[in-house]
Structures are given as C-alpha cells and as structure tokens.
C-alpha cells in the first residue's frame, strides 16, 4: 500500500543528490541550501510516495505565510525504475486530498515553446498533457529557471485569478527576480539566480 509522508530529514542530501540532480536539468535545481532554509523556515515540504520503506515518487510543496490557501508544487517526481506506471497520477490525486478544497495548488509546467532545448518539445507537451489528464487547469504563463511556463492549478481555476498571480509571486520572494507572473508577449525569460555570472 502506496502513501505519501514527509521524507526524513536525514534523507535529504541523498534525495537532492541522486533523485532530484539526475531528473531535472541544471537550470531548474534549485540549490541545496535555499531547500534547507527554506524548510527551517517552515516554508518548504519534502513528502515522499512511499511502499512501505521504498521511495518510489516525491513532490515538494512551496508556501508563503502570507498567503495563506496558496500553495506551490515545486517539483514532482517518480524515481527511475517506477516511471511510466501511473504514479505521478496517483501522487497528484494524493496532493489534492491532502491540501483539500480550502488550499490553491499551484503548478508550473515548461510551455511548448519554452527556450529549452527544441529536442524536448515532445516531451514538454507530454508534461503538460499530464497535468491536464489529472484535473490541472491552465491559468497563465510564467517565467521560472530562464524559461517560459504554463501555470496550472490542480483542480478548477480561481475566480480571482490577480490574487492566485499575487500568491504565486509572494512565494518565491522579492529576492527571486528571475520570476515574473504573466510576463508581455516577446520578453526573454531572466536566467535563474544559481546560474547568474
């Protein structure tokens, strides 16, 4: 029987290292030290999809204490021997449960025409197909990790789409200037700060 908890701490650096540095490309792995410091904050969840000791998928979850009922999917994974095998649904479907009708979920998926590698289109509009397939509505477009986004929410969209867009800003911080809600037609996504020179 599959169920989703916290990771133990302990764990961390070996997740960091071995699940989270190997699926996503460089220019999305947020530093080691912004995760530790944004969970002694109590601002950041690591929750691991677990049959029984095994780890077989994770999803960290992003929040602000200033906005409260919003919170940011910052990554979600499937480790690589259970890929491909509907957990990714079914971890999805454990969110939604576990944050409830009362809290906003929002995800961040690259858009087709991102600025990522052209090779990988397919495989962006998979991930979007994805979210759709399991209950994600689109919102708008952002720019995360130098490169352009589709925004979701896990569930039916907000009637208040400036305040989800306000939340969503909150939570990465005034210091993340590389983030922008809703960017204009024809700008060019800023790099990440961990990729800054």
């Not at 999305?28 to 077989?56: C, H, W």
């Not at 990465?172 to 809600?181: E, H, N, T």
Request: proline share 11%.
């Amino acid at each position: 029987m599959t169920e989703l908890r916290a990771v133990p701490p302990e764990e961390l650096e070996t997740w960091y290292t071995k699940e989270l540095c190997t699926a996503f490309p460089p220019c999305e792995q947020k530093p080691l030290s912004a995760i530790q410091e944004l969970m002694a904050q109590g601002r950041y969840e690591l929750l691991g999809l677990y049959d029984g000791p095994l780890l077989q998928g994770y999803a960290t979850l992003w929040s602000c204490p200033e906005c409260p009922g919003y919170v940011l999917l910052d990554y979600l994974g499937v480790t690589a021997a259970r890929r491909n095998g509907g957990l990714g649904g079914r971890m999805l479907g454990l969110l939604r449960e576990r944050c409830g009708s009362g809290t906003v979920l929002i995800v961040e998926a690259e858009a087709p025409d991102s600025g990522g590698p052209p090779e990988e289109r397919p495989l962006r509009e998979r991930r979007l197909a994805f979210y759709r397939r399991h209950g994600c509505t689109p919102v708008y477009l952002s720019f995360n990790c130098g490169l352009l986004c589709q925004v979701f929410v896990l569930g039916e969209a907000p009637a208040d789409l400036a305040a989800l867009g306000k939340a969503h800003r909150a939570i990465y911080g005034p210091s993340r200037r590389d983030v922008v809600i809703d960017p204009p037609p024809g700008a060019i996504p800023p790099q990440p700060y961990w990729m800054e020179r």
